[in-house]
């Protein structure tokens, strides 16, 4: 199984960015899917998550502003974000949490310029 996320790159402050993760090969007994992020010296963090019910999570920096969502079939996550700020610069990591494995993709890297 591998996550390809795609999506980052530069934004303004105040701007929007999606980003898509999709995923390829069998994953049995999706639980939730989601996305972390670590900024430069921070530790990983969770932004938002979408359990296989449809409910949703997230971390209380971002409500508001970004929204997760995931395609019917489970096999992409993606989430929408707007009203960028310079402190959500950071790599954004998609994952997968399945039946008692977890599967990460490599990462895209959201830099927002004040």
């Known amino acids: 199984v591998q996550l390809q996320a795609s999506g980052g790159g530069l934004v303004q402050a105040g701007g929007s960015r999606s980003l898509a993760c999709a995923a390829s090969g069998t994953i049995f007994s999706i639980k939730n899917m989601g996305w972390y992020r670590q900024a430069p010296r921070k530790q990983r963090e969770l932004v938002a998550q979408?359990?296989?019910?449809?409910?949703?999570i997230y971390a209380d920096s971002v409500k508001g502003r970004f929204t997760i969502s995931r395609d019917s079939a489970k096999t992409a996550v993606y989430l929408q974000m707007t009203s960028l700020l310079p402190e959500d610069t950071a790599v954004y990591y998609c994952?997968?949490?399945?039946?008692?494995?977890?599967?990460w993709g490599q990462g895209t890297l959201v830099t927002v310029s004040s």
């Open positions: 994952v997968i949490f399945g039946d008692g494995d977890v599967y």
């Open positions: 979408i359990s296989s019910g449809g409910i949703t």
